[in-house]
């Protein structure tokens, strides 16, 4: 059976949003958490409806927040994202994302420097659902449950592809433990 979008609707937005420093063009690195939330042969993915990364197939996940934990903003951002509960199990792999700007039409060779305009460190953690049914939330347009032979249908980067892996890689070793 290959994976299928699960639900498609358009963005909700929660009303008692905090004010965050601009995520376009910052100051300094953004630190990024995202859930792999693996369920025996399928990884919960979702689709982005915002920039960057607008209509990208990813890891469910966002920005931490000041005064929480890794683990709570992980949690956090899946609840937001997925409406899922989920308990944070171990860190998969921390990577980077940089997206730039290109250099202005008719710039001098020395003002040609790309600029970020996001620059993102993200954690991501294994995760394994503790109760709920994935359902669209903030920021993204769909879901899908995909399994492993099946990701490179969706265009991932190959980050993301990378962490899927692994993921799944370690949900199989947990498995065997148990």
Not at 14 to 19: A, I, R
Request: net charge negative; aromatic share 6%.
């Amino acid at each position: 059976m290959s994976a299928s979008v699960l639900y498609n609707a358009g963005q909700a937005m929660g009303s008692n949003e905090t004010k965050m420093p601009s995520r376009e063009f910052p100051v300094l690195p953004m630190v990024g958490v995202g859930g792999v939330v693996v369920e025996g042969d399928r990884v919960l993915l979702v689709r982005r409806g915002t920039q960057p990364g607008l209509g990208e197939w990813t890891i469910p996940g966002g920005l931490l927040e000041l005064g929480e934990t890794l683990i709570q903003g992980v949690a956090r951002e899946i609840r937001e994202e997925t409406r899922l509960r989920v308990r944070v199990l171990d860190l998969i792999e921390a990577l980077e994302r940089i997206f730039t700007d290109p250099p202005e039409m008719g710039a001098a060779p020395s003002d040609s420097a790309a600029r970020p305009r996001y620059h993102y460190v993200i954690l991501d953690y294994l995760c394994e659902r503790v109760e709920g049914e994935p359902t669209i939330g903030e920021e993204i347009t769909d879901l899908a449950l995909v399994r492993e032979e099946d990701l490179e249908r969706y265009g991932l980067t190959a980050a993301a592809s990378r962490v899927l892996h692994k993921a799944f890689a370690m949900a199989r070793a947990r498995t065997k433990k148990l």
